[in-house]
C-alpha cells in the first residue's frame, strides 16, 4: 500500500529556472495538498486540488507558481524563473475526500536554487 | 487568520523522563486539530486527529487531548526514538488546508 510519492526528491536549479515538483497521490485518494517548509519556519500551505480543478490556492505566490492535478498522472507543482528564495523543501499531502480531514504526506522534494 | 503557537521550540528529556507538548490556538470554527511527527529530511508522519473539546487519543507513550484553546501531547517515559520534531496543525471553517505551527524539537538522551 503505497504512501504518497514525490519527484524528484532533490532539486538544484540556477536562478531563472524553471522547476517542476511531481506529486502521487495514495491509491484511493482525490484530493492534493501542497505545503512549502523554509529553515526555520513551519508548513505553510500552497494549493489545494481536485482532480482536474484548483479549489483553493490562497497560498500560491501571485507571479511565477502554478499548479495542476490533471485527470490522468501526477499533480504538478510548476515554478518559472526561480529565484535563491524559492529554496525550500516542498511537501505533498492527499486526503481521500472533504469528510475524512487526515492528509498524509509525502517525503517532500528540496529545491535548491543556485 | 487561524493561528497555532506551539511551545516550548525545543526540549530536551532523559530517557524515561515524562512531559507535555502544548499547542495553542485560536481559530474560528475547528473542524479538527492534528498532530504530526517530522524526522529530519523527511515528510510529516500523522499521528492524532482531534474534533472537539474534552476528546483524547493515545498511541503506545503519546497521548494527545484537546481543550477549546490548546492541546497537549502528553509523552510517558520517552525513548530516544521518540527524537523528533512535532508538529500540530488546524482545519478550521470551510477551509481544508491546514495551518501549521512551527513545531517542537524534541530530544530524548539515553
Known amino acids: 500500500n503505497a504512501g504518497v510519492m514525490q519527484n524528484p526528491r532533490h532539486l538544484v536549479r540556477r536562478r531563472g529556472q524553471e522547476a517542476r515538483l511531481r506529486c502521487s497521490p495514495m491509491?484511493?485518494?482525490?484530493?492534493v495538498y501542497w505545503y512549502r517548509q523554509l529553515p526555520e519556519e513551519g508548513l505553510k500551505f500552497m494549493v489545494y486540488?481536485?482532480?482536474?480543478?484548483?479549489?483553493?490556492e490562497s497560498g500560491m505566490p501571485k507571479e511565477r507558481f502554478s499548479a495542476e492535478f490533471p485527470k490522468e498522472g501526477p499533480s504538478i507543482l510548476r515554478i518559472q524563473q526561480v529565484v535563491r528564495g524559492d529554496s525550500a523543501a516542498y511537501f505533498c499531502?492527499?486526503?481521500?475526500?472533504?469528510?475524512?480531514?487526515?492528509?498524509?504526506f509525502g517525503p517532500g522534494t528540496r529545491l535548491t536554487v543556485l | 487568520e487561524d493561528q497555532v503557537t506551539q511551545s516550548p521550540e525545543a526540549l530536551r528529556l532523559q530517557e524515561g523522563e515524562s512531559s507535555s507538548l502544548n499547542c495553542s490556538y485560536t481559530?474560528?470554527?475547528?473542524?479538527?486539530l492534528f498532530w504530526y511527527r517530522q524526522d529530519p529530511g523527511k515528510g510529516p508522519e500523522f499521528l492524532f486527529t482531534?474534533?472537539?473539546a474534552g476528546e483524547e487519543k493515545e498511541k503506545e507513550r503519546l497521548k494527545a487531548t484537546l481543550t477549546k484553546k490548546e492541546s497537549f501531547l502528553h509523552i510517558t517515559a520517552p525513548k530516544p526514538e521518540d527524537s523528533a520534531t512535532y508538529l500540530c496543525?488546524?482545519?478550521?471553517?470551510?477551509?481544508?488546508?491546514?495551518?501549521f505551527g512551527k513545531g517542537i524539537t524534541l530530544s530524548v538522551r539515553p
Open positions: 481559530v474560528s470554527g475547528l473542524r479538527g
Open positions: 496543525a488546524v482545519q478550521a471553517g470551510a477551509n481544508s488546508k491546514l495551518t
Open positions: 499531502a492527499s486526503s481521500p475526500d472533504r469528510v475524512h480531514n487526515e492528509q498524509f
Open positions: 482531534l474534533y472537539s
Open positions: 491509491k484511493g485518494h482525490s484530493h
Open positions: 486540488l481536485q482532480k482536474e480543478n484548483i479549489i483553493d
